[in-house]
């Protein structure tokens, strides 16, 4: 998490992204921390670097985080999903 604070306080956003991506699916992690990794990405795709794929993104989480911490605000997301 200090190296993806670091990239963003430097609007490195795609190399941020590319991060995420590593760390979100990787077995040594908790699934929160996985969560948290799937999420952090969904807002630097959608809101950085205004990202197409965001909103696959977002359905992905609820499918895999669906009682998540976070669900409810992913949701939001998805709704505004075309």
Sequence with gaps: ????SQLRSQRRFREASELLRAAKDRDDFSPEQQERFSYELGLILAD?????????????????????SRAGKVHTRVQRCP
């Design 48 to 68: 950085q670097l205004q990202d197409a794929g965001a909103c696959a993104l977002w359905r992905e989480h609820l499918r895999r985080f669906p009682s998540g």
């Design 1 to 4: 998490m200090q190296r993806l």
